[in-house]
């Protein structure tokens, strides 16, 4: 017995990298899968998805999983209602949705093009928005719940230099994973969203990363359990959270304010002066 046991559940980008060991661990937890991936390179060019999706498909389908292969590229609200409808088609439900698909078109503020910024903000955060609401449609009709996953980043949490575009869509989808989880509580569905660090095509040669740094131990593999966790029914009370995964390290990241200074005088504003003199109080935690 599986934790996904009789679960369908839709992994976009799972074509390769996190989204594909998404597919492959929880088709091996018992879920059958839609697996979504256009087939792309990292920035979004290139591909119809036939090759990628269906070698996850074949892989799945070896092991004695069922899955079936969508290639719609998410970013309208057009293939998010194919993605869910492929679902609904093949296996006559949708318990899960994982927002995975991304690309990258990394670019300083000042060298960004108008392509640059709206290609990966329509991937990223109008992709999972889109996907989300076709999904959580679907699952308040059957009215069984469901779990929505979501994907933000570090650097839309912390920032991350040359990804105002990316980052910029990360923390859209941390905000938009907050709020979801909020209206779509009273039809049983949860919503939460995980930042990973892993290897992977996406990450191999970004600035920063520790060139001791291997798929071992920082793989794809660590982080399929997570979502799997939070996809199964043991995870019904939890919503609303990022989590963080970084190799066998997994915590929760939260926004929080720092102590802050009060004008003790009644209701009157702050003076210009008066916020210089303090600010190193407002700003210290």
């Known amino acids: 017995m599986g934790c996904l046991d009789n679960k369908v559940a839709i992994v976009t980008g799972a074509g390769g990298g996190i989204g594909r060991a998404y597919a492959l661990l929880f088709a091996r937890e018992g879920a059958r899968v839609v697996v979504n991936d256009v087939g792309s390179a990292r920035d979004g060019m290139g ?3 036939s090759n990628s999706a269906g070698h996850t498909v074949a892989e799945i389908e070896k092991s004695g999983g069922r899955a079936v292969a969508n290639t719609e590229a998410v970013g309208s609200f057009e293939s998010a209602e194919g993605i869910v409808q492929s679902a609904l088609d093949a296996f ?6 994982v927002n995975n698909a991304g690309i990258l078109r990394d670019r300083t503020i000042l060298k960004m093009t108008p392509d640059e910024w709206n290609l990966v903000l329509r ?6 928005f889109a996907c989300l609401q076709a999904a959580a449609r679907a699952m308040k009709m059957r009215g069984e719940g ?4 979501n994907t933000s980043s570090s650097s839309g949490l912390l920032g991350n230099f040359g990804q105002a575009n990316y980052g910029a869509a990360k923390a859209g989808i941390h905000a938009l994973t907050r709020i979801a989880a909020q209206e779509l509580a009273r039809h049983r569905i949860t919503v939460n969203a995980i930042a990973p660090i892993a290897l992977t095509r996406m990450t191999e ?6 060139k001791s740094m291997t798929v071992q131990a920082m793989g794809p593999q660590h982080i399929a359990p997570l979502a799997a966790f939070l ?3 043991d995870a019904a009370a939890i919503t609303g959270q990022t989590f963080g995964v970084e190799g066998n390290h997994v ?3 939260r926004m929080m304010t720092s102590h802050g200074v009060t004008n003790r005088r009644s209701d009157e504003p702050w003076t210009v002066e008066e916020i210089g003199k303090a600010i190193e109080r407002i700003v210290e935690w």
């Open 47 to 49: 591909g119809d998805g």
């Open 123 to 128: 991937v990223h955060l109008k992709g999972t």
């Open 251 to 253: 915590f929760v990241y």
């Open 205 to 210: 040669d970004l600035p920063g990363r520790k």
């Open 92 to 97: 006559g439900q949708l318990d899960i949705l």
């Open 146 to 149: 469901g779990r929505i996953i």
């Open 231 to 233: 996809a199964s029914d």
